[in-house]
C-alpha cells in the first residue's frame, strides 16, 4: 500500500505543528489572533485565516495550483513523495501544522487537515463523529467503506470533489478531513493509494 497512513499524516502534523509552537510561543498566539474575513456576505463574526478547508483548497493553497507556484512563493515547508506522479507537502505561515497537501503530477489535488481548526464550511471537524457528520450533512452524505472493506469514512459529494473524513486510527471518530476532485481523494481512499 503506498498510501500514508492516517497515523504517519498525524504525526506529521503533530511534530510539524509543535517545533514552531516550542521555539516561538507568542508568535504563536499572536498569529491566531481572530481576524474579519473580508469579501464576504456576512463580516459581523471574525473568523481566523486558517478557519475554513474546502473542495476547493484552504486559504492560498486552492485545488489545481501548481507546486513549484506554490514553493516560488515560499509556501510549501518540506516535501515527501508518495507514489509515483503524487508528492506530499507541508506548509509555512498561518496554515503550518495544520494542513498537509497532496500533489499529482505537480498540481495540487487535496488539501488535509488532523486539527481542529479548521472545518469545513458547514461546520464539519476533525474529532466529530460520524453521527455528528450526517446531522451536519443529512442525505448530502454518505458513510462509505474502502475497497478491502477495513476502513470506513464519511463523504460529502460537491460535483466531481469530496469532503472525506476517514476514521481516527486510536478511537472512535473523525480523524483526518481532506478535501479536493473525486478522482484523488475518494479513489484513494478506496483503493488505498491515489495512483
Not at 59 to 72: C, K, M, W
Not at 143 to 153: K, Q, S, V
Request: hydrophobic fraction near 40%; charged fraction near 15%.
Amino acid at each position: 500500500m503506498n498510501r500514508l497512513p492516517s497515523t504517519v499524516l498525524a504525526g506529521l502534523l503533530a511534530l510539524v505543528s509543535l517545533a514552531p509552537m516550542q521555539a516561538a510561543a507568542p508568535a504563536v498566539a499572536a498569529a491566531s489572533t481572530p481576524r474579519p474575513v473580508v469579501g464576504t456576505a456576512s463580516t459581523a463574526h471574525p473568523t481566523s485565516e486558517v478557519e475554513v478547508l474546502s473542495v476547493h483548497g484552504a486559504g492560498p493553497y486552492r485545488i489545481g495550483a501548481r507546486l513549484d507556484r506554490l514553493v516560488a512563493a515560499g509556501l510549501i515547508d518540506w516535501t515527501a513523495p508518495g507514489c509515483p506522479g503524487v508528492t506530499y507537502t507541508g506548509v509555512t505561515g498561518a496554515w503550518a501544522g495544520k494542513i498537509m497537501l497532496g500533489f499529482r503530477d505537480g498540481r495540487l489535488m487535496s488539501v488535509g487537515t488532523a486539527t481542529v481548526p479548521p472545518r469545513s464550511p458547514a461546520g464539519a471537524s476533525v474529532g466529530m463523529s460520524f453521527a455528528e457528520l450526517e446531522g451536519i450533512y443529512g442525505t448530502r452524505g454518505s458513510l462509505i467503506r474502502n475497497d478491502a472493506g477495513d476502513e470506513e469514512a464519511y463523504l460529502v459529494r460537491f460535483g466531481s470533489r469530496v469532503e472525506l473524513f476517514t476514521g481516527h486510527p486510536i478511537r472512535p471518530g473523525v480523524g483526518y478531513y481532506e478535501a479536493g476532485p473525486a478522482s484523488f481523494v475518494e479513489a484513494g481512499f478506496r483503493r488505498g493509494s491515489p495512483c
